[in-house]
Nanobody
Framework: VQLVGSGGGLVQPGGSLRLSCAAFGFTFSSSAMGWFRQAPGKEREFVAAISWSGGNTYYADSVKGRFTISRDNAKNTVYLQMNSLKPEDTAVYYC??????????????????WGQGTQVTVSS
């Protein structure tokens, strides 16, 4: 199993980025997926999750209305579109596979495989 994240970088406040996470080695279309982030000196926190079909999505309150999670099961890829970025969104972002296909459980222990992380820096 491998999850390979990409798309991070440096962006000004108010800007946008799209993260991608390509999945290998498991049946992606049967798995819910999620994004977490970890800012310097802070615990890793849940950002967003999506069910196996894409029909259900879940967001942390801090990103609701600004971030959108989506997936393309034909490409074995999950995305995180981030708009109206703020300096407090600066963090390493991780994609992860959920052990529950509904995507409705968001503790770190509910996810069994993790990507390597991609840095997002929001700064002027």
């Amino acid at each position: 199993v491998q999850l390979v994240g990409s798309g991070g970088g440096l962006v000004q406040p108010g800007g946008s980025l799209r993260l991608s996470c390509a999945a290998f080695g498991f049946t992606f279309s049967s798995s819910a997926m999620g994004w977490f982030r970890q800012a310097p000196g802070k615990e890793r926190e849940f950002v967003a999750a999506i069910s196996w079909s894409g029909g259900n999505t879940y967001y942390a309150d801090s990103v609701k209305g600004r971030f959108t999670i989506s997936r393309d099961n034909a490409k074995n890829t999950v995305y995180l579109q981030m708009n109206s970025l703020k300096p407090e969104d600066t963090a390493v972002y991780y994609c992860a596979r959920s052990q529950y296909s509904s995507g409705g459980r968001h503790a770190q222990s509910d996810f069994d495989y993790w990507g390597q992380g991609t840095q997002v820096t929001v700064s002027s």
